[in-house]
């Protein structure tokens, strides 16, 4: 069926490096990718999306790029804060439906 | 108004009772979504409603009953839960059901079902 892969699953970094995590989608027929931040007892909360016309966009320290031939999206955090750690969840459409989430990356910052 | 507001936040319920969780939205949004979250996993499509018409279930057991009355509101009636479905429930709104528009969610409603 229609999954999609992220990794790696934990990521610990020190305040001010990058942080990237990576997914993989299985339908090419996907147009759009989001991603969401989910802070303890919150619901998940959209940070930056990409659709499959453009293959970067950049939100202040977040990016987003897309390799559609591929068939892969990464989230790019530059300068990490402590207020950065939370779980990441990448999502795509699942059939031309609803959004079907990535397993999550557990981000730790450390200051 | 920008938010999915759910309520309750919190839910204990026995293994023979009725509930039901609310959500609602003030955005004109014509999709509406629930999804299942257990812990440390991701969030689990369960059911779609486009213009208040149900458009997916995801095979979702009997016990739990969606309802969207209107544009702005989203139910789900519980019963005769097991305590397997315990978990975070999450409602989500978009402006329709397509497949380039994010979704909002809401803080969702912690369940135990003891």
């Known amino acids: 069926g229609e999954n999609v892969e992220q990794h790696p699953s934990t990521l610990s970094v020190q305040e001010g490096d990058s942080a990237v995590i990576k997914c993989t989608y299985s339908?090419?027929?996907?147009?759009?990718f989001p991603w969401y931040k989910q802070e303890l007892g919150k619901g998940p909360q959209l940070i930056i999306d990409?659709?499959?016309?453009?293959g970067e966009k950049k939100d202040q320290r977040i990016a987003v790029t897309l390799n559609k031939t591929a068939k892969h999206f990464s989230l790019h955090i530059t300068e990490t804060q402590p207020e950065d750690s939370a779980v990441y969840f990448c999502?795509?459409?699942?059939?031309?439906?609803?959004?079907?989430f990535g397993k999550g990356t557990t981000l730790s910052v450390s200051s | 108004d920008t938010e999915v507001t759910q309520t309750p936040k919190h839910l204990v319920m026995g293994m023979t009772n009725k509930k039901s969780l609310k959500c609602e939205q003030h955005?004109?949004?014509?999709?509406m979504y629930w999804y299942k979250q257990k812990a440390k996993k991701p969030p689990e499509l369960m059911f779609v409603?486009?213009?208040?018409?149900?458009?997916i279930n995801e095979s979702v057991p009997s016990r739990f009953s969606p309802e969207c009355p209107n544009s702005s509101l989203l139910n789900l009636h519980l019963h005769a839960l097991q305590p397997e479905d315990s978990a975070l429930y999450l409602c989500?709104?978009?402006?329709?059901?397509?497949?380039?528009?994010?979704?909002?969610f809401g803080s969702g409603t912690r369940l135990t079902v003891v």
């Open positions: 989500a709104s978009s402006p329709q059901t397509g497949v380039d528009y994010g979704y909002t």
């Open positions: 339908d090419s027929a996907s147009n759009y």
């Open positions: 990409i659709r499959s016309n453009v």
């Open positions: 999502a795509a459409p699942l059939a031309g439906t609803a959004l079907i």
């Open positions: 955005m004109g949004h014509r999709a």
């Open positions: 409603y486009s213009y208040e018409k149900l458009s």
